[in-house]
């Protein structure tokens, strides 16, 4: 049973580009979370998805968008790039009956 | 504004030895407080703990949560290097299993042969 995938593994972009992560959920989970750890921190919330809808998000500027799809993946779109944005970005996937469980992570680099 | 802090940062011990990893926070509507640990990459789920006194145990980990004093502690006895990683405890906010995790920064453990 495969559990949180994410891609790509390692992402490098410069500044002012565009960047779309992608997540599929561990099988029977239906909300994808969306977390940004910069080095040295902890995870940071973005936002989450439920029904295909943001449900929650956390204190992100617009430039971070989401979107789910009906088999329950995401993806995430960070536009115009800074510096600062360059970090480790995990995606969680959870249900009613199970805490959140995290991918591996996509780590952004951005020059 | 809702707070997790963990201390210490970071630990350093030799195999065999006992440690305690600390978790306070202040948050509004707690649902559950959880622990993870991190080696290189995804953080993988220890415990989830919702009552407080109960102590929840898995081989040599175990967690206990004071809803009072606003606390959670995480003990590790027998320690082994493949203990080395960052351990990061989260608070849940309402929404059941689903609600956003608050983040301490982690203790980073280091234990040495």
């Known amino acids: 049973d495969a559990g949180v995938t994410q891609s790509p593994t390692h992402l490098i972009k410069t500044r002012g580009q565009q960047v779309t992560l992608r997540c599929s959920p561990k099988?029977?989970?239906?909300?994808v979370s969306w977390y940004q750890q910069a080095l040295g921190q902890g995870p940071q919330f973005i936002f989450q998805?439920?029904?295909?809808?943001?449900?929650q998000r956390g204190n992100f500027p617009d430039r971070f968008s989401g979107h789910q799809f009906p088999n329950y993946s995401s993806e995430l779109n960070v536009n115009a790039l800074l510096l600062g944005d360059s970090a480790l970005y995990l995606c969680a996937s959870s249900s009613l009956s199970e805490p959140q469980h995290f991918g591996d992570g996509t780590r952004l680099s951005i020059l | 504004e809702d707070k997790v802090v963990q201390s210490p940062l970071s630990l350093v011990v030799h195999e065999g030895d006992t440690v305690t990893l600390n978790c306070s926070y202040e948050v509004t509507n707690f649902r559950s407080l959880l622990w993870y640990k991190q080696e290189k990459k995804a953080p993988t789920f220890l415990f989830m703990l919702?009552?407080?006194?109960i102590e929840k145990k898995s081989g040599r980990l175990s967690s206990i949560l004071d809803k009072k004093e606003l606390f959670s502690i995480l003990n590790i006895t027998a320690t082994q290097t493949g203990d080395s990683a960052v351990y990061l405890c989260a608070v849940s906010l309402p929404r059941s299993n689903t609600g956003k995790l608050i983040f301490g920064q982690g203790t980073t453990l280091q234990v040495k042969p």
């Open positions: 919702t009552s407080s006194g």
């Open positions: 099988s029977g989970h239906d909300t």
């Open positions: 998805y439920y029904e295909e809808e943001e449900r």
